[in-house]
């Protein structure tokens, strides 16, 4: 993985200097909160209900162990010994004084994190397929493009000051992992016929308060245009964004209301204007971050077959592995959701031990998924028996990935101060109504996303089961959605009828989920089955 | 010139009335100009020979459209004066610089100090943009 020269290294450190004066002159009263508060949330500071929260950034969801290990350490050393994993491929820590903020971030730095552009209104950390360089299913690696935009997209001064935030994510797979399309900027890396690496980009996703797919913008990109064409992007989006309402000043309103014929008019007249100044980067630099991103070392020798005799470790197999690119390898999911317990949160044993696993089995990487979960990318099948003990040992082992029990949760009200309902008991609740894993399993895929508010950072929209959290005349009220996907069939999901309290929900996932297992046809997962039959007779079982 | 401008160029000031954008087509003769957000900055390119200011408002620090409009005056090859006026903070005075500004006329002042100290922060930088400096991918590949 991407190892930061002095030059990378330099860029963070001076981060830290210059944030710490910041805080320094916060503290002393002579920056005022108004004026500080976008200087700390380009560093991923929030203030929250409760006390600060740092949110820290894992470009592209990729980290070595030496990484992982500080993020443990920090939440033992500055927040109450857990971290929480969130669906933005980061990590969050709720209870952080701003005092410390400048000793995390030098913690950080020395191990190359940071917490750049986590927060604001600026182009925010890139995310990717979290099994890019693993898939069996990749056409190309995207970590060096992201790798490429992170270096573009750190302290660009033109798009610091953007209408709103802006997300990018990209995929290399035929497989959608990472919900592109609902990004204000998606990427696709194809192949043509020649075998050149192109980029594919769609513009103008997103969930929140108005949900939209992002329509294709370029279908066919020359690898070496894409800063260029980025910046054509960026600059139509920061001179024409609504800037008159909050609620209407991401991308994807503007592309919405230009229509995506006009702003792809205007992105290529941009686009031609700035191929003539050269600020891409020489084909020597992505040269340069591939060489990289080169495949880990694999064993030649690995072999394919491993004892499924015990049962429970067979179950997690089935579940929790995928598919490799090499021979006698596979991609490890470790799923944060065990029964009952509160969706990406791991304490700092956890992050250790996950950290100990990434050194000794999985050529020091590790990944983080906008699931919520962390991934052991590169491991040999014959290490899986060990791998599982020492997880199940840790209460890791829940063999529940993609299924009922595998929620999204955003931190909703626990936590949040824009949510108006507690996202995380109502998913521990959910997660303990469906604990059995066999249970689980007959079910079969099931996504299920819950939102503390309509902002839909728990992406409720893209769930084939969404909650949405409302205030209804100041008591928690819970919307019901169905029909949502965030791959490569994605689809916005849309409300069932009449709210639900907390109990009342669980209630309605579960008849909703009794309905599909009276009416599944076979080989039909649950959202294949409401795609079929429709809303109504699910509304009619769910409200009956 | 009001006290308060600090200009980092050594050029003498501009001592002509500035106009606003809209007044512009009617004042044949007129060499600095003022652009309030919401103005397109491409309306001047015609006009960039017989300018020696403009002046770019930031009615508050956090609407970025004067960063695009002062970035595209340079790229079309715009070489007067080019003043950040209004809510014009230490805080973004790197990146003003990066896109063109070399002069600040902030509602709040600022000390020449501080903007030096603020110009120092960063070592190198990611991007090619206007300022002439030689992004880091330039001096990874010499």
Redesign the interface.
């Known amino acids: 993985m991407y190892q930061y ?1 002095t ?2 290294q ?2 963070v450190d ?1 981060r830290v ?2 944030f710490s004066d ?1 805080v320094a002159r916060r503290l002393a009263g002579t920056l005022g909160e108004e ?1 500080f508060r ?2 700390r949330l380009k560093n991923g500071l929030y203030l929250q209900l409760h006390a600060y929260m740092l949110r820290v950034a894992i470009p592209y969801g990729t980290l070595n162990s030496a990484q992982m290990r500080m993020l443990g350490q920090i939440a033992d050393r500055y927040d109450r010994g857990y971290g929480h994993f969130t669906t933005r491929q980061n990590i969050q820590y709720n209870w952080i004084r701003l005092e410390d903020a400048p000793a995390i971030l030098t913690d950080l730095a020395s191990v190359g994190m940071h917490a750049i552009q986590t927060s604001g ?1 600026c182009i925010r950390n890139t995310t990717a397929d979290h099994f890019a360089g693993a898939a069996a299913d990749e056409v190309a690696d995207p970590r060096p493009y992201a790798e490429l935009l992170r ?2 997209s ?10 709103r935030k802006f997300k990018v994510a990209i995929i290399g797979s035929e497989t959608d992992r990472a919900a592109m399309r609902l990004h204000d900027i998606g990427i696709r890396v194809v192949r043509n016929t020649a075998g050149e690496e192109g980029l594919k980009i769609y513009v103008g996703g997103g969930m929140g308060r108005t949900p939209m797919i992002a329509p294709v913008i370029r279908d066919w990109l020359p690898a070496q245009q894409m800063v260029s064409y980025l910046e054509a992007c960026l ?1 139509v989006y ?2 024409h964004g609504r ?1 008159d309402n909050k609620y209407k000043a991401r991308i994807k309103i503007l592309v919405h209301e230009l229509g995506a014929d006009e702003y792809r008019r205007q992105v290529e007249e941009e686009f031609a ?1 700035i191929l003539t ?3 891409e ?2 084909p ?2 992505l040269a ?1 971050i591939k060489a990289q991103f080169a495949d880990p070392p694999f064993d030649p020798a690995a072999i394919e077959a491993i004892d499924l005799s015990d049962p429970d470790f067979a179950l997690w197999v089935d579940q929790n592995v995928h598919p490799h690119k090499a021979p006698g390898h596979a991609i490890v999911t470790i799923s944060l959701k065990p029964a009952g317990g509160i969706p990406g949160d791991a304490s700092a044993d956890q992050i250790r031990l996950i950290a100990d696993l990434a050194r000794d089995y999985s050529h020091d990487e590790l990944r983080v998924t906008h699931a919520q979960n962390v991934v052991l990318p590169h491991v040999r099948r014959a290490d899986l028996p060990a791998i599982w003990q020492q997880l199940d040992a840790a209460g890791l082992a829940t063999a529940n990935l993609d299924l009922i029990g595998d929620i999204i949760a955003c931190p909703g009200l626990d936590y949040c101060s824009l949510a108006n309902a507690r996202s995380i008991p109502l998913a521990q609740k959910i997660s303990a109504r469906f604990a059995d894993v066999e249970r689980q399993r007959d079910l079969g895929e099931l996504k299920l996303k819950i939102s503390g508010c309509i902002n839909a950072c728990g992406h409720h929209h893209a769930g084939h089961i969404g909650v949405l959290g409302v205030d209804r005349k100041g008591v928690e009220n819970y919307q019901l959605l169905l029909g949502g996907s965030e791959g490569a069939d994605t689809s916005l999901g849309t409300i069932v009828g009449p709210g639900f309290s907390e109990d009342g929900l669980v209630d309605a996932i579960e008849r909703a989920t009794e309905f599909y297992r009276a009416q599944r046809q076979p080989g039909e997962r649950f959202l294949d089955t409401y795609r079929r039959l429709g809303a109504a007779p699910f509304k009619e079982a769910i409200y009956a | 010139m009001p006290d308060t401008v600090i200009r980092l160029r050594d050029d003498a000031a501009s001592t002509a009335p500035v106009v606003a954008f809209a007044e512009l087509a009617a004042q044949g003769n007129a060499t600095a100009v003022r652009l309030q957000p919401g103005d397109d900055a491409r309306a001047l390119l015609p006009l960039l020979d017989r300018l020696e200011l403009v002046e770019v408002a930031f009615p508050g620090f956090n609407d970025g459209r004067g960063y695009s409009a002062a970035r595209i005056l340079r790229e079309h090859g715009y070489t007067g004066e080019l003043r950040a006026v209004g809510d014009v903070l230490i805080d973004q005075i790197s990146h003003y610089v990066r896109v063109g500004f070399d002069a600040f006329a902030p509602d709040q002042p600022i000390s020449r100090a501080a903007i030096d100290h603020a110009l120092a922060t960063w070592p190198e930088v990611y991007q090619r943009t206007v300022d002439g400096r030689q992004p880091i991918w330039a001096l990874r590949h010499g």
């Open positions: 020269d030059y990378d330099a860029m001076a200097a210059e910041q004026q976008p200087l209104n270096q573009w750190t302290f660009h001064p033109e798009f610091d000051y953007l209408p600059r920061n001179r800037r204007h100044l050269g600020l980067p020489p020597a630099e340069r």
